[in-house]
């Protein structure tokens, strides 16, 4: 019976090593797959946070939005794996524009129209941009149609903007302004601002300069510098309202505080005639720290301006 014991012993010995043998085979795959998952967790948590878009109302709210000149390489390839791994739209979307922030249009065309399929309502908006720019106003005019209707913000100034100058449909001066209202409802600045210059130019609607004010204050209030120096134009004139330089220099002020070098210098300029305080008063710093030089300053033109 001793001399069985080692054959028991081996035996034992190989039905260990076969167990361990199996157990390898069981276990390391799941833990690649748990390291695998862990990874494309983290990489989708990097795709919203480095290539979110602030006018995307269905991006990841755990992280604020970046803007498209802020994306860098990073977010390309933490986009395609997210997306690689999910299949969710929002990352082929988020991948699109990474992709467009590091020049490569056809491939981010391409990330876009995947999201689209899905009916992803940002990625509309960016894909009816890119068809636009490659001539074809009616398909962009569409894509901000649908998008519009599926309530994004951006693609309802979009579509203002299209009625208004006639991209891709005929113009419609009233269908532009309840686009433009739809979207300054949702918060947006510019679309209050382009509402207070169709009412204050009064080429394509009656002139109304109390409408305009209302819609450029609300804009101003918003942090809008063009609406800004729009209405500081108007204090500072007396256009549909009484003058008031403190305040048209108030208006300028806040412009310049967010860096417009024409209402820096507009204020720059009533502090030499003595209308506001001199240089170095208190609370005057973010004025008197810039620095003009000519050629810096240009009179605005009380237009739209497309984002």
């Known amino acids: 019976m001793k001399s069985r014991a080692p054959k028991v012993n081996r035996g034992f010995a190989v039905t260990t090593g076969a167990a361990v ?30 290539a979110g878009s602030p006018f995307d109302q269905q991006r990841n709210g755990a992280f604020a939005p970046v803007n ?41 065309m391409s990330a876009y129209d995947t999201a689209v399929k899905d009916g992803y ?7 009816g941009m890119l068809m636009g720019r490659l001539g074809d106003d009616k398909a962009e005019f569409a894509y901000y149609q649908q998008a519009a209707d599926s309530g994004n913000t951006l693609a309802a100034y979009n579509l203002g903007v ?65 609406a800004m120096i729009n209405l500081g134009i108007m204090y500072e004139t007396g256009e549909g309202i009484t003058a008031n330089v403190e305040k048209a220099a108030e208006m300028y002020r806040l412009a310049a505080e967010k860096g417009d070098m024409f209402g820096a210098s507009k204020y720059i300029q009533l502090q030499e005639q003595g209308i506001v305080p001199a240089p ?3 609370g005057m710093k973010g004025v008197n720290s810039l620095v003009l030089k000519q050629g810096d300053v240009e009179t605005p033109a009380k237009v739209g301006r497309e984002i």
């Open 21 to 50: 043998a199996l157990l390898a085979l069981t276990v390391a795959p799941d833990a690649a797959e748990r390291n695998n998952l862990i990874l494309a967790s983290a990489q989708q948590s990097d795709c919203d946070r480095l």
């Open 68 to 108: 498209i000149a802020d994306i860098g390489n990073q977010a390309v390839e933490a986009c395609r794996t997210a997306f690689d791994a999910t299949g969710n739209p929002r990352f082929a979307y988020q991948l699109g524009r990474a992709l467009n922030s590091v020049d490569e249009p056809d491939q981010a």
């Open 121 to 127: 309502a940002a990625a509309m908006v960016n894909y």
């Open 162 to 226: 299209a009625y208004r100058d006639g991209l891709g449909t005929q113009p419609d001066i009233q269908k532009a302004l309840q686009w433009f209202e739809k979207a300054a409802a949702k918060g947006d600045d510019t679309a209050a601002f382009n509402i207070g210059v169709i009412y204050d130019e009064g080429q394509m609607i009656d002139a109304d300069d109390q409408t305009a004010i209302a819609w450029y204050d609300l804009a101003a209030q918003r942090g809008n510098t063009d």
């Open 280 to 282: 170095g008063h208190e």
